[in-house]
């Protein structure tokens, strides 16, 4: 049995978006930017590619700047507008302590360069208040940034009412939406969204690739010096195979949301009561507020990494905020955030369930998960402790 | 390629010595919750010599296999010899580890040192009453 339970680490390509690179590969190869046939060809192509995603987003295609994808996008936004902000003597950014990487390493640098920024709480459940965001905007704050749905617990933040709150008092907000593109109905003008960052690979597109929505008249300064590509903006020519696999993969979600949202809610639902059947075992996150496909959970007594490649074993692929599959002593910063504690956070799996999965899926993965925590635990010394009562239970 | 050698998932998949010695002359434990890697040691010792070692580990794939490896290395061997057992022996034993996981390989001999401290005082104990 292959099981592949990871879709908010990448997800498979999509056929339609194969056959649109390969057929852009081989027959519009041209440069956008040459003049000849064959270059106004892939130019074409371009324009088309970022009318489909703008359309999708509610965006202007003139709002649409192709990247190298989330990461890329991430940095550019919160640069242009720290930029621009501290050209009006505005140092101060609101954010949140469990935005990606992606985020928080741009948010640290800048601090280096004499930004502030606050971290707002994102509570037990993984939610931002909106009113909490209210409260931190001050009258020198150049940027909010907050994500759309977290990467790890899928949980959904109340993107429109941050997005009400930021235009009130005309603060650019950003949002890292590489969790939400694709899965998620997304309308960049309701929602009073000023920047959007989101990535092809995880909407069954290619790696590499990814857009930035920029609302027209916010400040947007390139990362990448160069050539006139991407109205000044993003300098490089452009990766046309990559953007239009990536408009391709899209309209395929886009297509499907509603059927697959109802199917996956499903098929989670059914996987969290599973999976709750384990004794000393939390769910993290809101239970309804999170990606469809999105289950995260902690086992106490158990560290994740064991449990990832018992489960490797057993044929299914997902993931854990464990330190030892970060690669640092601290466990995700996330599981951190909402206030699991470092013993806990050690033992968590997230499974992130999408287009291919079955039911039956879900019930092998929930027999095997029961039987791998069974065996870690029946030599956990912590497990042994916890059960003789030399220490107390967290969950 | 797979992240750890095949000695290494040998020893995870199919760990040796797991469990406990309710009766163990020395016991051993190290790490903590915390960090995320916690192993604990049973040694049986009779005549000086190591004659059943168990363990219980809380921790990563590497951790188990660790532990695994090094009471295999130990079981039937003199004292004299245990205390001799480096992270270097138990890293080579499993054919490496990747180099952020070499700290469990340091737990594994920490562990054994643990409980071969644990004997000691037993022994001392023993003697003064």
């Known amino acids: 049995m292959k099981i592949y339970a990871d879709h908010a680490a990448t997800t498979a390509m999509s056929e339609a978006a194969i056959e649109a690179m390969t057929r852009c590969m081989r027959?519009?190869?041209?440069?956008?930017?040459?003049?000849?046939?064959?270059g106004q060809q892939a130019k074409e192509v371009l324009e088309k590619a970022r009318e489909e995603i703008a359309s999708v987003i509610h965006a202007d295609p003139r709002e649409i700047y192709f990247t190298s994808g989330g990461s890329e996008a991430d940095?550019?936004?919160?640069?242009?507008?720290?930029?621009?902000?501290?050209?009006?003597?505005?140092?101060?950014?609101?954010?949140?302590?469990?935005?990606?990487h992606a985020v928080l390493h741009t948010l640290a640098q800048l601090k280096t360069e004499g930004f502030e920024v606050t971290l707002l709480d994102v509570h037990e459940n993984g939610i931002v208040r909106p009113e909490e965001v209210e409260a931190a905007i001050r009258p020198d704050t150049c940027l909010v940034t907050v994500m759309y749905a977290n990467n790890e617990i899928g949980t959904i933040?109340?993107?429109?009412?941050?997005?009400?709150?930021?235009?009130?008092?005309?603060?650019?907000?950003?949002t890292d939406a590489v969790q939400a593109a694709g899965p998620l109905a997304i309308d960049v003008q309701a929602e009073n969204i000023d920047y959007l960052s989101a990535s092809a690979h995880k909407f069954h597109g290619p790696k590499g690739v990814g857009f930035l929505y920029a609302r027209k008249g916010v400040p947007l300064s390139p990362l990448i010096n160069g050539g006139a590509q991407e109205r000044n903006r993003r300098a490089g020519t452009e990766n046309l195979p990559g953007?239009?696999?990536?408009?391709?993969?899209?309209?395929?979600?886009?297509?499907?949301?509603?059927?697959?949202?109802?199917?996956?809610?499903?098929?989670?639902d059914r996987l969290i009561a599973g999976l709750s059947e384990i004794p000393h075992s939390a769910l993290n996150g809101d239970a309804k507020k999170r990606l469809p496909g999105n289950v995260s959970f902690c086992f106490e007594g158990i560290e994740g990494e064991s449990l990832l490649l018992l489960l490797d074993e057993k044929g299914i692929s997902a993931s854990s905020g464990s330190a030892c599959t970060s690669g640092s002593l601290d466990p995700s910063h996330v599981l951190l955030a909402i206030g699991r504690v470092h013993d806990v956070a050690h033992g968590s799996l997230r499974l992130t369930l999408g287009r291919e999965n079955t039911p039956e899926d879900v019930e092998y993965i929930i027999a095997s998960v029961k039987d791998v925590v069974a065996y870690l635990r029946s030599f956990s010394p912590v497990w042994r402790d916890l059960q003789s009562g030399k220490l107390k239970f967290i969950l | 390629m797979a992240l750890y050698s095949e000695k290494v998932m040998d020893h995870f998949l199919h760990p040796r010595n797991v469990g406990v010695i309710e009766d163990?002359?020395?016991?051993?434990?190290?790490?903590?919750?915390?960090?995320?890697?916690?192993?604990?040691?049973?040694?049986?010792?009779?005549?000086?010599?190591?004659?059943?070692?168990k363990f219980e580990t809380f921790g990563c794939g590497s951790a188990i296999a660790s532990s695994s490896m090094a009471t295999e290395m130990i079981k039937g061997k003199p004292l004299s010899e245990v205390r001799k057992l480096t992270n270097q022996a138990v890293t080579e034993a499993l054919d490496g580890l990747p180099a952020h996981k070499i700290h469990c390989s340091v737990l594994a001999e920490e562990a054994i040192h643990s409980a071969l401290e644990d004997y000691e005082r037993r022994q001392a104990g023993a003697e003064t009453t």
């Open chain 1, 75 to 100: 940095n550019q936004a919160i640069r242009s507008a720290a930029l621009a902000g501290k050209r009006k003597g505005k140092t101060h950014i609101v954010s949140t302590a469990f935005e990606h």
């Open chain 1, 157 to 174: 933040q109340p993107i429109r009412e941050i997005g009400a709150v930021c235009r009130a008092r005309q603060v650019p907000f950003h």
């Open chain 2, 24 to 53: 163990a002359d020395a016991v051993g434990e190290v790490g903590n919750a915390k960090c995320g890697d916690i192993m604990k040691m049973y040694l049986k010792i009779r005549d000086g010599i190591v004659v059943d070692v």
């Open chain 1, 27 to 38: 027959e519009e190869y041209g440069n956008p930017s040459s003049l000849y046939r064959l």
């Open chain 1, 243 to 268: 953007i239009v696999g990536m408009a391709a993969a899209l309209k395929e979600t886009v297509a499907e949301r509603d059927a697959e949202t109802a199917r996956l809610t499903v098929l989670r």
